[in-house]
């Protein structure tokens, strides 16, 4: 069975620092492009950060740009989020992504909250 875990989100104060995690199963993360993916409250989804399959490749939103970092083990089949400099506006439900052709996978969502 496919599954994607995303852990380690929380309530955190504004300039803090959160680390996710996205445990991969039944499938090899090397092959797939990894993304994260946010929701706030009464919006749509908006993509954060993507490693491309190789995992050489990172690129984030300009809304994350210098603060947050995406990066992958592919011998753990975990991809992270380290999450630094947390403002109220990156409050979310982060989900983590793999894609390649023919296949799309989700995680059920870990919720960040930042507020003091």
């Known amino acids: 069975e496919v599954q994607l875990v995303e852990s380690g989100g929380g309530l955190v104060q504004p300039g803090g620092s959160l680390r996710l995690s996205c445990a991969a199963s039944?499938?090899?993360?090397?092959?797939?492009?990894m993304s994260w993916v946010r929701q706030a409250p009464g919006k749509g989804l908006e993509w954060v950060s993507v490693s491309n399959s190789g995992g050489r490749d990172t690129s984030d939103a300009d809304s994350v740009k210098g603060r947050f970092t995406i990066s992958r083990d592919n011998a753990k089949d975990t991809l992270y989020l380290q999450m630094n400099s947390l403002n109220p506006e990156d409050t979310a439900v982060y989900y983590c992504?793999?894609?390649?052709?023919?296949?799309?996978?989700w995680g059920q969502g870990t919720q960040v909250t930042v507020s003091s």
């Open positions: 992504r793999g894609e390649r052709i023919g296949s799309d996978y």
């Open positions: 039944g499938f090899a993360l090397s092959g797939y492009h």
